[in-house]
């Protein structure tokens, strides 16, 4: 209801009215996304853990100059860092890059803290978008090829959410499009963070 008084309209509220409205405004937020589990893991620790039985592969390009590029298609279920390391063992890969779009759940990253030579690894247990995925895949201190994958996630509320990739599963897919080069990098035990790390001058004196 509406009134003037001294010049002034105001707007009379029921005491119904009223409560509806303070009950409106006390009402609780809806909750915001889950905070991430968290462990600390060894370098060595990182290593592509599971499978990719759904993971299928075809070879687009093959220029003059020794370089190959493929399609690495992922399926619902297929383990990301799996199926890169399976790739690369089936194509002896010495030397690559790749890039990858998709989706996938339940995905583990992490950051590294060089004072404890650990990695801060950071879990998920959702489904969000890759905005971003890219990596390389060299020959590790092993003699074995070693995968090295970066990416940045969407959470449901587009809240961007990455780091160094621990391990994701696809969900439904993720389309991997993947380089090799003929002439392999090496990797070096770097006695300072106890990460491998490439050594571009290995590739003349050979593997450690």
């Not at 963070?193 to 450690?208: A, H």
């Amino acid at each position: 209801m509406l009134s003037l008084a001294n010049g002034a309209l105001f707007l009379r509220l029921s005491p119904a009215v009223l409560a509806i409205a303070c009950l409106s405004c006390a009402a609780p937020l809806p909750p915001g996304p889950s905070a991430p589990a968290v462990r600390w893991l060894k370098p060595s620790e990182t290593a592509p853990h599971g499978a990719a039985p759904g993971a299928e592969t075809r070879l687009l390009a093959t220029p003059s100059d020794g370089t190959r590029t493929y399609a690495l298609v992922l399926a619902q279920g297929d383990q990301v860092q799996a199926a890169l390391a399976a790739f690369a063992n089936d194509h002896h890969v010495v030397d690559a890059h790749f890039s990858a779009i998709g989706a996938v759940r339940d995905p583990e990253v992490a950051w590294f803290d060089e004072s404890r030579k650990q990695f801060k690894a950071m879990a998920l247990h959702e489904q969000m978008e890759v905005l971003t995925l890219s990596g390389d895949i060299t020959v590790g201190v092993d003699g074995q090829p070693a995968v090295h994958t970066h990416l940045v996630l969407a959470r449901s509320d587009g809240e961007a959410w990455g780091g160094h990739l621990i391990e994701a599963t696809a969900s439904p897919t993720l389309e991997l499009y993947v380089t090799t080069y003929p002439e392999p990098l090496h990797k070096r035990l770097d006695p300072a963070t106890d990460l491998q790390l490439i050594d571009p001058s290995l590739e003349q004196r050979g593997s450690p």
